[in-house]
């Protein structure tokens, strides 16, 4: 399953960093998740300091 970026994002970028697959790209007003290239490792939900990584439902 994918990963969601929520509204919590503050656009750090350390996720993007720790992405193996590069899934990860910054937005308008906070990173997104390609979920079509997303491979659910969770890599960018560990390192997201302000939690706002989680399993899209």
């Known amino acids: ?6 509204n919590t ?7 993007a960093g720790g992405c ?6 910054q937005g308008d007003t906070q990173f997104n998740i390609d979920a079509d290239a997303c491979i659910s490792c969770g ?3 560990g390192s997201c300091p302000v939690g706002a990584i ?3 439902q």
């Open 20 to 25: 193996p697959v590069g899934a990860i790209s």
């Open 54 to 56: 989680s399993e899209d």
């Open 43 to 45: 890599a960018c939900c």
């Open 1 to 6: 399953m994918a990963y969601i970026v929520n």
């Open 9 to 15: 994002c503050v656009s750090c970028g350390t996720c």
